[in-house]
T-cell receptor
Framework: SQTIHQWPATLVQPVGSPLSLECTVE??????LYWYRQAAGRGLQLLFYSVGIGQISSEVPQNLSASRPQDRQFILSSKKLLLSDSGFYLC???????????FGSGTRLTVV | GQQLNQSPQSMFIQEGEDVSMNCTSSSIFNTWLWYKQDPGEGPVLLIALYKAGELTSNGRLTAQFGITRKDSFLNISASIPSDVGIYFCAGQWDTDKLIFGTGTRLQVFP
């Protein structure tokens, strides 16, 4: 079964600072990978997904970017954070040809 | 992005009560999934349904895949305090991206 590692668990960053959140996957090869953002008590907003190394699709225009430098590594970045980037960020993995996702434990980002 | 209609949006119930929530879509799916998210954690898969009309149980949880393939429901019997959290439905066609519901927030009072 898959295991998703996300870090850090909590992050407080000033406005205008850069961001890098990392997600790594164990237990599967060539997964589809996803980044979601969740506002407090709200639903899941899909930000980016990737079907392979270097392949990134963006769902919504925003201040963030994503990269997949290795098969089981997915990175969420920003050059300059905005207050509106605050939220709970979740990484998810879907095995190739599989149904359902496995989620990481999330990163709570507060931009101050 | 697209989201499924999930209701109710929130529920406040007493320990021991039964809970029912449902999810509807304008599109058909061939997989329905139910997730639970504990506060401050990522969602965890509770039940997966793969066939129209399928009724599946997992302990006190029971979920059904609607005959029309456009809806699903989740029941929780005899609720306990640890049932607190946000419940998400999700629909999938083949191996496409999951489409998530808007979530049902459940509060259980002793």
């Amino acid at each position: 079964s898959q295991t998703i590692h996300q870090w850090p668990a909590t992050l407080v960053q000033p406005v205008g600072s850069p961001l890098s959140l990392e997600c790594t996957v164990e237990g599967t090869s060539n997964p589809n990978l996803y980044w979601y953002r969740q506002a407090a008590g709200r639903g899941l907003q899909l930000l980016f997904y990737s079907v392979g190394i270097g392949q990134i699709s963006s769902e919504v225009p925003q201040n963030l970017s994503a990269s997949r430098p290795q098969d089981r590594q997915f990175i969420l970045s920003s050059k300059k954070l905005l207050l509106s980037d605050s939220g709970f960020y979740l990484c998810a993995s879907q095995p190739t040809g599989g149904s359902g996702y496995t989620f990481g434990s999330g990163t709570r980002l507060t931009v101050v | 992005g697209q989201q499924l209609n999930q209701s109710p949006q929130s529920m406040f119930i007493q320990e021991g009560e039964d809970v029912s929530m449902n999810c509807t879509s304008s599109s058909i799916f061939n997989t329905w999934l139910w997730y639970k998210q504990d506060p401050g954690e990522g969602p965890v898969l509770l039940i997966a349904l793969y066939k129209a009309g399928e009724l599946t149980s997992n302990g006190r949880l029971t979920a059904q895949f609607g005959i029309t393939r456009k809806d699903s429901f989740l029941n929780i019997s005899a609720s306990i305090p640890s049932d607190v959290g946000i419940y998400f439905c999700a629909g999938q066609w083949d191996t496409d991206k999951l489409i998530f519901g808007t979530g049902t927030r459940l509060q259980v009072f002793p």
